[in-house]
């Protein structure tokens, strides 16, 4: 049976003493608007923007730019910034090369979160902050179960406490549906990479 993954953070969250500092890794503004509205009532954020699997870079300074954009309009309780990245894509598309792409959601996915995850989880440990997680779960494309037992793995292996999740729950994606058009933010129609584009665009042709 699944763990309830938003059970688990909750407990977590109502033993949190103080206001711990937070690297959450984001994917993009849409995904991010719910977890930080929800988040900051909990925690000093700091938004990680790490991935190297959007596709083309036109589109990853999209994204990013709409992420800062949301974070600088956005009013929150607690404190919240933002760490940029280099667009590391030569390193990620050179270590995932061997896996192949069969539909979102299977093992080339289950890799390009633990890639952009490992390395929120050596940052945070880095920086010492209090906790990691990711805002992927929100999206009921991705598969919360790898998610969870990625972030269970990295908090074991880098010592940094993980932030369970599944932000879907409780009305989280429709949440983030409605923060989107409030701020007029741009969703994209592909998950990323240029596999996710690719299907999109045989897809469109169906």
């Known amino acids: 049976m699944k763990p309830n993954y938003y059970i688990k953070m909750e ?21 991010s608007s719910h977890v930080i509205s929800f988040l900051t009532n909990y925690f000093d954020i700091t ?22 954009r949301f974070i600088n309009e956005l009013k929150t309780k607690n404190k919240i910034d933002f760490l940029d990245c280099d667009y590391d894509t030569e390193n990620y598309n050179f270590d995932l090369k061997n896996i ?71 009305e989280g994606y429709k949440h983030s549906i409605e923060l989107a058009k409030q701020y007029n933010l741009y969703r994209q129609d592909y998950c990323g990479c240029n596999y996710s584009l690719t299907n999109k665009d045989k897809e469109s042709k169906i």
């Open 11 to 31: 407990e977590q969250l109502n033993s949190l003493s103080g206001i711990p500092k937070l690297l959450l890794h984001s994917c993009c503004a849409p995904c």
């Open 47 to 68: 938004i990680y923007y790490y991935n190297p699997n959007i596709y083309p870079k036109t589109e990853y300074e999209k994204r990013k730019q709409e992420q800062i």
């Open 100 to 170: 192949p792409f069969t539909k979102e959601g299977e093992k080339r996915c289950y890799n390009c979160y633990l890639y952009r995850m490992k390395r929120t989880a050596i940052k945070a440990k880095e920086l010492n902050y209090d906790y990691f997680t990711t805002t992927l779960s929100v999206s009921p494309y991705k598969n919360s179960l790898f998610i969870n037992e990625i972030g269970e793995t990295l908090e074991k292996t880098y010592n940094i406490k993980f932030l369970y999740s599944d932000f879907k729950k409780k």
